[in-house]
């Protein structure tokens, strides 16, 4: 099917360009200059937005081809993640400049957002130097972050952040006490009474000074999908009654000054700054109260919530943001600082957790596509009259669809729609009572998918498409079945309806002439991603390009013949660096996609700097409790048998058994 393009330029240049494919796919918009399109058609990464430093992503894939490593494969570029952290650094530290702010600000990562070591290792390494620091949201979290924070610069009272949120246990608090003697600068956050009781308790078992924050339910309500996160109803934190408590309870103890640090969360992938700007002026306000009632606060947690444009359309929408990084910074940096002068309190160190603004970037899915499924747009005539010639009498559903199909002219689409439409819920109907045969019903399908392209085509010439043929994109769009889980890479697809950008990531100097959804490689109907990035328009098929016939290669004995097989056709996704690895799950037993690192060297040429190979069947099958040696011994005693009885070779159960082995130690994807 012929793709009805928004993009006008190429029809007026008479070709198409790299440029075209850039704006039909929305990279500029999304891709911040992170990634480009150069002039071969090729999509590239721009790790610090030089464009006189850039990677060729489809070159990337084909030298990794060269040693073994197959998609699907997610590739993680460190020196987008360094731009980003110092972009964000840079923002507030412009806003404050500007605004002659003195408290400082410090952003800290929620481990949560990726947990892969190698990103966490990388983000506490850069802490040390732009001020930066980590956040641990349960027990095992808290453990990995005080090992990173003692490899990452080491330990000391003026050490990077350790902020620590979510619920606590007895020994969740402990040990962050303990932590405070050994001289990290860690600041568990209180959630519930209780956790300041314990705080209290454990404080004065080690004779120690801790640094408490607390956080507090805002009357201001979060936006977007997890609004609910913020507010009076939020899962977490303590009501302003609550928190006056708290002060009275700390005041007893003599250790009010010990509480330093005020949190509240709006919300994750905030895309309103409004909404932002109302909760920080009502959180100050509470600071600067806390400050007047003698408690030691210092330090200004605003908690998550600056958001990633994954639809480039820079508006207040679900997959989108209205502002930027610089407006962000400016707005908090104001807020914070009008409200805090007019209370002559002193400016606190601004904190921030914006973990998915900080690794979103950083990671794209490289995944192939395994072939196609289409409704074709021209019936086979012979097969359908022969088909016709064989009936006792042809059913007249059918007969009015091969008339529909062709009479149809430009003046008659509607009709031809209208007619072809009743003609297939009549001949439907009349299969499912027994009055027509199989071979009439595939008459049937064909005539209607040919009919449906016929009128898609005619409307594109005349430049409208009416209201009743909007869903024809849709209904006819092909299904591109490529090698990869949805629930493994891209689960909150799956889970929430988040958009990810998708684009082809070669080829771009071609027009894409066919429509598609994605399907993945499990057996799950829900397996399938049916709605793309386009500027808040809801589209349900993305342009793809046709798959090119491989061309047989003489020398193999093994070349497929001419019509099977296609030359490698391979589709990027982008943005993933936040959530997806750690959410993923082993639905149909596929594991983890390798993963591999890249960076530009001096010489502006790319470079593995570390490959972590995804999971084998054999470790897959050990997630789930199997033991892979019960395993073995049960096909090795079950082939033997079959040997002994005759239904199998001894040459056909060697085979069996060496395929086994070796699939057990593959790749739980489809390999070459």
């Known amino acids: 099917m012929a793709t009805i393009s928004s993009v006008k330029n190429a029809f007026l240049q008479g070709r198409w360009t790299p440029e075209d494919a850039s704006r039909l796919y929305g ?29 060729d992503l489809h070159e990337v894939i084909q030298g990794l081809k060269e040693r073994g490593i197959h998609t699907p494969v997610l590739l993680r570029f460190n020196d987008i993640l360094e731009h980003r952290l110092r972009e964000i650094r840079k923002a507030f530290d412009d806003a404050m400049a500007d605004q002659a702010y003195v408290g400082g600000y410090s952003c800290v990562y929620p481990i949560k957002v990726n947990q892969q070591r190698h990103v966490c290792e990388q983000i506490a390494n850069l802490a040390v130097e732009l001020n930066f620091g980590l956040e641990a949201g349960s027990k095992p979290e808290l ?88 507010g009076v109803r939020s899962k977490f934190g303590l009501f302003v009654s609550e928190v006056l408590q708290a002060v009275e309870y700390l005041k007893a103890h003599d250790m009010l000054d010990c509480l330093n640090l005020l949190h509240c969360h709006v919300g994750s992938q905030l895309y309103d700054i409004r909404v932002l700007k109302n909760a920080i002026n009502e959180l100050t306000h509470i600071y600067c ?34 502002y930027s990084v610089q407006e962000y910074a400016a707005d908090v940096v104001y807020r914070v600082k009008s409200v805090c002068d007019d209370a002559k309190v002193p400016h606190p160190l601004i904190v921030s957790e914006s973990g998915r603004a900080m690794v979103a970037y950083s990671s794209i899915l490289v995944l192939d596509v395994l072939g196609t499924s289409r409704f074709e747009a021209n019936p086979d005539m012979p097969a359908i ?30 009709e031809a729609y209208h007619d072809s439409t009743q003609a297939r819920d009549e001949a439907m109907s009349l299969f499912s009572l027994g009055y027509m045969s199989l071979p009439m019903r595939a008459a049937v399908e064909q005539l209607f998918w040919a009919i449906s392209h016929k009128l898609l085509e005619r409307a594109a010439k005349k430049g409208e498409l009416p209201e009743e043929f909007e869903s024809l994109p849709e209904s006819l769009s092909d299904i591109y079945f490529c090698n990869f889980s949805l629930f493994q890479s891209m689960p909150d697809s799956w889970a929430i309806d988040q958009l990810f950008p998708i684009a082809p990531i ?15 490689i499990t057996c799950d109907s829900d397996g399938k991603v049916d709605h793309f990035v386009d500027k808040r328009v809801d589209k349900k098929s993305l342009e793809l390009h046709e798959l090119r016939e491989a061309a047989p290669d003489p020398l193999a004995a093994s070349s497929l013949p001419k019509g099977h097989g296609h030359e490698p056709y391979y589709l990027g996704v982008f943005l993933l660096g936040a959530y997806q690895e750690i959410l993923g799950d082993l639905h149909n037993l596929l594991g983890d996609t390798h993963a591999v690192h890249i960076s530009l060297d001096s010489s502006n040429h790319w470079e593995i700097d570390e490959v972590i190979e995804g999971d084998t069947v054999e470790e897959v099958l050990s997630y789930v409790q199997y033991d892979v040696a019960d395993l073995k011994r049960a096909m090795r005693q079950d082939i033997e048998a079959a040997c002994r009885q005759g239904r199998l070779t001894f040459a056909e159960g060697k085979s069996l058994l060496k395929y086994y082995d070796d699939g057990l130690e593959g790749y739980t994807y489809l390999e070459e």
């Open 385 to 414: 009259e022969k088909a016709m010639k064989a009936e006792t009498e042809v059913p007249q559903p059918v007969l009015d669809l091969l008339d529909t199909y062709r009479s149809m002219t430009d003046r008659n689409l509607l």
């Open 27 to 55: 990279i500029a918009d999304w891709g911040k200059g992170y990634i480009g399109v150069n002039n071969a058609g090729h999509v590239t990464v721009l790790p610090t937005k030089d464009p006189a430093r850039q990677i």
């Open 506 to 520: 070669h080829r771009l100097n071609e027009e894409p002439q066919r429509r598609g959804i994605l399907s993945d």
């Open 289 to 322: 109260e806390l400050h007047r009632l003698g408690a030691g606060v210092t330090m200004l947690d605003i908690g998550g919530g600056m958001g990633v444009d994954y639809d480039g359309s820079q508006s207040a929408w679900s997959s989108s943001i209205n």
């Open 143 to 230: 453990l990995a972050v005080l090992g990173l924070s003692a490899t990452a610069g080491g330990p000391g009272v003026n050490g990077m952040p350790i902020i620590c949120n979510g619920f606590k246990d007895s020994e969740f608090i402990e040990t962050c006490v303990l932590a405070t003697k050994l001289g990290r600068n860690i600041l568990p956050v209180v959630e519930k009474f209780s956790e300041l009781e314990l705080i209290v308790k454990h404080a004065k078992q080690y004779n120690v000074r801790p640094r408490i924050g607390i956080r507090v339910k805002l009357s201001s309500r979060g936006a977007g999908r997890w609004e609910s996160s913020a």
